[in-house]
């Protein structure tokens, strides 16, 4: 692994990672924005943004772009988060420079054509359609909107069907002109690649693209509460939460190894406890997300709702487990090679090495190696884990309620069985 980065005259960030032993390479671009930079009245604009981006540049149309990059054997697709949205491609390592010249044109120069806009909004609108017709997304948009009430970070990614449907075509090009700058967009490539090469082809697809200075999204401020939607659904799902931490928080590894623990595996104490004990859910699982200044922590349960009672008193109980006594060594040692095992497997997918480099330099503004990211996991120790249970799970609680939950006690009461 070679691991290697550069800057272009205009804060274009590159970072490659060169594999010999594959004939592929991974790359795309990252740009440091996402839903919570939006204002209210443009909530779902990043996401809009993302599915114009494949609608047609001045010299290929959104067929073409589609064309091109499969006459090569090519896959090409982007994402949006909170704070990121990314365009990326896998390629066979004699195409890279096809790879990015698409990649370039569609950031830079795509012309958000009236016709297309309409079409594509129809399209986002089911999709915001199909997210609310599934319980595993709408829950989570709701625990989301319960945590960080009234701000940009608790609104959905896709936006509302009732404000996409209004988008304007100049709130997409005014959003580009002040977010999607070369200083807030990272070139991150993996695979059987020259760096230098990948170099050279960013100043020339890339070199023009100006700074933007862009605008700091509004800070992350965690509240918790209370979201519930009663639906005629088979299974009550439940999301409940606390405030978490960030990338950079000195707790971070602690937390993940805490998160692996209590829910990240067939091992893990909810697991066993909830659904190979008392038989009260078939899916339940911890989650941790992190952003620049914020954090969630999390735990979600599908389970039937005559059991929602039962599930919550259950799943408090461990909580104040983990933070009222360590757990023992076995299991802190099995929760750090299970995430270790997963940073080691991520090493076979070239895009996921791409990703992880990307996000690295957005967040920390350097790389850091797997040996440097396996000896932080090894060094979390059960007082640690202890130590950050009791942090968190002493933050004002998320609940999060969709489904037959008309018998969920009221939130007073959930909420002091979770402490």
């Keep these: 692994m070679s691991i290697e980065t550069a800057e272009l005259a205009n804060g274009l960030r590159i970072v490659t990672d060169r594999v010999d032993t594959v004939q592929s390479v991974s790359l795309g671009l990252w740009v440091d924005v996402g839903a919570r930079h939006e204002a209210e009245a443009e909530n779902g604009v990043s996401h809009f943004l993302e599915h114009m981006a494949f609608k047609g540049t001045p010299t290929r149309s959104a067929f073409q772009i589609a064309a091109e990059i499969e006459d090569i054997g090519g896959h090409l697709n982007a994402y ?6 990314a365009y990326h491609a896998t390629v066979l390592k004699e195409h890279v420079s096809v790879a990015l010249d698409i990649l370039a044109d569609i ?21 915001i359609s199909q997210a609310a017709d599934t319980p595993d997304d709408a829950i989570f948009d709701g625990f989301q909107t319960a945590a960080f009430p009234a701000q940009p970070l608790g609104r959905p990614i896709l936006g509302t069907a009732d404000i996409v449907s209004d988008l304007p075509r100049r709130t997409l090009t005014d959003y580009v002109g002040t977010h ?21 082809l960013a100043e020339r697809f890339l070199g023009d693209l100006g700074r933007t200075g862009g605008e700091h999204p509004c800070p992350a401020r965690y509240e918790g509460g209370d979201w519930r939607e009663v639906r005629d659904l088979e299974q009550a799902h439940l999301a409940i939460g606390f405030e978490g931490l960030r990338f950079t928080d000195e707790d971070y590894y602690p937390l993940a190894v805490l998160s692996t623990a209590l829910g ?17 859910a078939y899916s339940v699982y911890t989650f941790s997300s992190s952003y620049l200044d914020g954090g969630l922590f999390g735990l979600y349960a599908g389970t039937g709702p005559d059991e929602i009672g039962e599930l919550v008193a259950a799943a408090g109980a461990e909580l104040a487990r983990a933070a009222g006594e360590a757990m023992a060594g076995s299991e802190i040692a099995r929760a750090r090679t299970l995430i270790k095992a997963g ?4 090493l076979e997918s070239m895009a996921a090495r791409a990703e992880r480099l990307a996000m690295q330099m957005q967040i920390y503004g350097h790389t850091i190696s797997i040996e440097d990211l396996t000896a932080r996991i090894d060094a979390v120790e059960s ?8 942090r968190v799970f002493s933050s004002k609680p998320v609940v999060a309620a969709l489904g037959p939950v008309a018998g969920l006690a009221e939130y007073d009461a959930v909420a002091a069985q979770l402490r």
């Design 383 to 390: 007082e640690d884990v202890r130590h950050v249970a009791e």
């Design 343 to 346: 940073a080691l497997l991520s």
């Design 107 to 127: 950031l830079c120069n795509s012309t958000f054509d009236e016709a297309e806009l309409d079409r594509e909004r129809n399209v986002i609108l089911q999709e």
């Design 180 to 200: 999607y700058g070369a200083d807030r967009t990272i070139l991150a490539a993996a695979g059987a690649l020259d760096h230098d090469r990948i170099v050279d």
């Design 264 to 280: 990240g595996g067939m091992s893990s104490r909810l697991f066993q406890e909830l659904r190979e004990r008392r038989g009260l």
């Design 80 to 85: 949006t988060s909170r704070e990121t949205t």
